[in-house]
T-cell receptor, first 113, second 117 residues
């Protein structure tokens, strides 16, 4: 079964600084990878996804992620964060079969003014 | 074009009562998933349903929990004889096709926050 590890439970960062949120998944022949964002008391919103093709994926709100098959990673990055990026971020994976998304435990990003 | 609608947003139940959580998927979506979110634990998969069928219930507790997605109407997650440990946020998501494939993953509702007192 697939599993996802988000290595950092909390990441504090100053406004306008770059940020990287790390995600590793268990190996599989093929995977679909996703990052979701959850603002307080809300549901999850899709940030970006990797299905196939280019390993660098661009999403909403200036976020991007890079799929690295050899390291089984899908780290999320943003070159300059804003206060409004404060939220919880979830990495998720699905294999090519008929199985539901598996989520990591989340990383709480706190942007400090 | 309404998204995934969950109600109620907040639900308070006394120990031993029943909780019924409703989820209406996005228009055109025929797959529904229920997840439970506990603090510091992320989202845990509970059950995957299509209309009138339970496809995967591997994440459902064996007792007190049940789910349905009837031909007409919303999907229902039912928790009988609730206990304090059932307090959590329950999220419903829907997708138009096979899970995780080609259609942007899932669309999530805003969740139902169940508090058992």
């Amino acid at each position: 079964a697939q599993s996802v590890t988000q290595l950092d439970s909390q990441v504090p960062v100053f406004e306008e600084a770059p940020v990287e949120l790390r995600c590793n998944y268990s190996s599989s022949v093929s995977v679909y990878l996703f990052w979701y964002v959850q603002y307080p008391n809300q549901g999850l919103q899709l940030l970006l996804k990797y299905l196939s093709g280019s390993t660098l994926v661009k999403g909403i709100n200036g976020f991007e992620a890079e799929f690295n098959k050899s390291q089984t990673s899908f780290h999320l990055r943003k070159p300059s964060v804003h206060i409004s990026d404060t939220a919880e971020y979830f990495c998720a994976v699905s294999d090519s079969g008929n199985t539901p998304l598996v989520f990591g435990k989340g990383t709480r990003l706190s942007v400090i003014a | 074009n309404a998204g995934v609608m969950q109600n109620p947003r907040h639900l308070v139940r006394r120990r031993g009562q029943e909780a019924r959580l409703r989820c209406s998927p996005m228009k055109g979506h025929s797959h529904v998933y229920w997840y439970r979110q506990l603090p510091e634990e992320g989202l845990k998969f509970m059950v995957y349903l299509q209309k009138e069928n339970i496809i995967d219930e591997s994440g459902m507790p064996k007792e007190r929990f049940s789910a349905e997605f009837p031909k007409e109407g919303p999907s229902i997650l039912r928790i009988q004889q609730v206990v304090r440990g059932d307090s959590a946020a329950y999220f419903c998501a829907s997708s138009p096709n096979l899970p995780g494939t080609g259609y942007g993953g899932y669309t999530f509702g805003s969740g139902t926050r169940l508090t058992v007192v």
